[in-house]
C-alpha cells in the first residue's frame, strides 16, 4: 500500500516497488540519515538511535536480494561534526548484522567501481555527501535531476529509495534529484513516519491534543497557525516560551524579569500574531504554575505572583494538562515543559510524557529532548507511540509546508508508478 499525503498525493513503499519492478537482484541507491551528534575531540558518534532505525530498511533490501548503495551525510563542511562515515558504517554493520564496506568517495571513479562491483546481498556505504559540493545547493528536483551528482551515479542504479524523512525538508540532489530519473520509493522509516503522520488529517483520530513546548518560538507559532487555519487541534496545551508568549498576549503578568528575557529573544514583537490567534479562537492553554528560581532556589510560584525566573511549569499546570490528555484519541508532543537539562526542571517534561504515554491515545513524540526521555523510560517500542526521527522536518511539517523530499518522490510515483 502506498503513503498517502495530505494532499492525496501517493508515495510508493518497498512493497509497491517490489511488485512493480522486482527488487530481487537490483542494485538500488539508498538515502538515509544517519547525521549523528560527534564528540569533537575524540570523533565518536555520541547518538547513534538513527544508525539503529535505519538499519531495519537496510537489511530488508539485502535479504531480499537488493544490492544495496546507502548514502547520507553528517554535519556542515566547517563543522566540527563534519567527519567521515567510517564509524558511521562501524555500527550500521553491528546493528543490520551482515559487512557493510564502506568507501571513502561518493562520486568519483572509486566509487562508481565500488557500485559496479557490488553483488546482490551486499551493501556498501558512501562516504559524507556533502563532500560533494552540489549537495550545499537547494534547487529544483528538475535542476537536480541534472546535477552531475545524479548524472554520475544514477546510469549504475535500478531504483531510489529514500528513507531519510529528517532530511525530507531538504531539497538537494541526494534528496530530490534522483527520483526524477529512477523509479522510487520510500523506505521503511519514511513509511512509518508517513503512516503516523497521517493521522493528524483522519477525521477518526479527534480529539486531537497538542503539547507545544521548547524554545523555539517562531517556529511554534508557525505551527499554531496552521493548526487553526486547518482546524486540526482540538486542545493546544503549551509549554515553555511559546506559553510565556501567550500568557503575556492574554494581558496577564509573568514577572519583569521573564518579560526582559522574552525581549531580549526578540520574541514579545510576536504579541499581537499570539493575540489574533486567541480572538479566533485558537483552543490553547497556557500554564498556571511554574517551577522558578530565585536566587538558585527552585520555588513553585502561581501565575500573578511570579517572583523568579521561569524553567518549569508547576504542579498544578501537570494535572491540569494530565486531565485533558485522558479523553485524547492522538497526542503530538514536541519541545520540552522546562529547562530539561538542569536536573531540577526536568519533572514538568517526564510527568507530561507519562500522562500521554497511559492514555489511550496514539502518541507521536518529536524533538531529541522528549526522545531522550522516551528512551529513559524504556517506552520505545510501545505499540502506541511514534518516536519521530524528523527535527525540522517534522516542525515544517507540522507547519504545514510541503517537503521537498515528499514532493520529488510524488512526482516520480506519477512518472513511474503511474496506476497507484
Do not use: W
Amino acid at each position: 500500500m502506498p503513503c498517502i499525503l495530505r494532499n492525496g498525493q501517493k508515495i510508493p513503499t518497498i512493497d509497491d516497488l517490489d511488485e512493480r519492478y522486482g527488487i530481487k537482484g537490483a542494485k538500488i541507491l539508498l538515502r538515509i540519515d544517519i547525521n549523528s551528534p560527534i564528540e569533537p575531540e575524540t570523533g565518536k558518534i555520541l547518538d547513534d538511535s538513527r544508525i539503529r532505525a535505519h538499519s531495519v530498511t537496510v537489511r530488508e533490501l539485502a535479504e531480499r536480494g537488493a544490492a544495496v548503495v546507502i548514502m547520507s551525510h553528517q554535519g556542515r563542511p566547517g563543522g566540527d561534526d563534519f567527519v567521515s562515515l567510517g564509524e558511521h558504517a562501524k555500527l550500521l554493520e553491528k546493528y543490520v548484522g551482515v559487512p557493510v564496506k564502506f568507501i571513502d568517495d561518493v562520486i568519483g571513479p572509486a566509487a562508481r567501481k565500488e557500485i559496479k562491483d557490488l553483488r546482490p546481498g551486499e551493501i556498501l556505504l558512501l562516504d559524507n555527501t556533502r563532500l560533494v559540493s552540489e549537495e550545499i545547493i537547494e534547487a529544483t528536483p528538475e535542476k537536480h535531476a541534472k546535477s552531475i551528482f545524479v548524472q554520475r551515479l544514477a546510469p549504475l542504479f535500478n531504483y531510489y529509495i529514500n528513507d531519510a524523512f529528517a532530511t525530507a525538508h531538504r531539497s538537494q540532489p541526494s534528496i530530490v534529484g534522483f527520483p526524477l530519473v529512477l523509479p522510487s520509493a520510500a523506505g521503511r522509516v519514511m513509511e512509518k513516519e508517513l503512516s503516523a503522520l497521517a493521522k493528524l488529517y483522519r477525521r477518526e483520530e479527534r480529539p486531537r491534543v497538542f503539547v507545544l513546548g521548547g524554545g523555539k518560538v517562531h517556529d511554534t507559532l508557525r505551527i499554531l497557525e496552521h493548526l487553526h487555519a486547518n482546524q486540526i487541534a482540538d486542545r493546544i496545551l503549551l509549554t515553555g516560551l511559546i506559553a510565556e508568549l501567550f500568557i503575556v498576549a492574554k494581558g496577564l503578568d509573568i514577572g519583569e524579569k521573564n518579560r526582559r528575557i522574552l525581549e531580549t529573544k526578540g520574541i514579545l514583537p510576536l504579541i499581537p500574531r499570539a493575540r489574533r490567534l486567541l480572538l479566533r479562537g485558537l483552543p490553547v492553554e497556557t500554564p498556571i504554575d511554574f517551577k522558578t528560581l530565585v536566587d538558585n532556589e527552585v520555588r513553585v510560584e502561581s501565575l500573578g505572583n511570579i517572583q523568579g525566573i521561569i524553567r518549569d511549569i508547576g504542579p498544578q499546570t501537570i494535572r491540569v494538562y494530565t486531565e485533558f490528555m485522558k479523553e485524547a484519541r492522538l497526542i503530538v508532543m514536541r519541545g520540552p515543559a522546562g529547562v530539561i537539562e538542569d536536573p531540577r526542571f526536568r519533572e514538568g517534561s517526564l510527568e507530561l510524557v507519562k500522562a500521554a504515554l497511559s492514555s489511550n491515545a496514539y502518541v507521536i513524540v518529536g524533538g531529541g529532548h522528549l526522545n531522550a526521555i522516551i528512551a529513559e523510560l524504556g517506552a520505545q517500542n510501545r505499540p502506541n507511540l511514534h518516536v519521530s526521527t524528523g527535527g525540522g522536518a517534522l516542525l515544517l511539517f507540522l507547519a504545514g509546508e510541503d517537503l521537498p523530499g515528499l514532493v520529488a518522490l510524488s512526482m516520480s510515483a506519477k512518472k513511474f508508478f503511474p496506476e497507484l
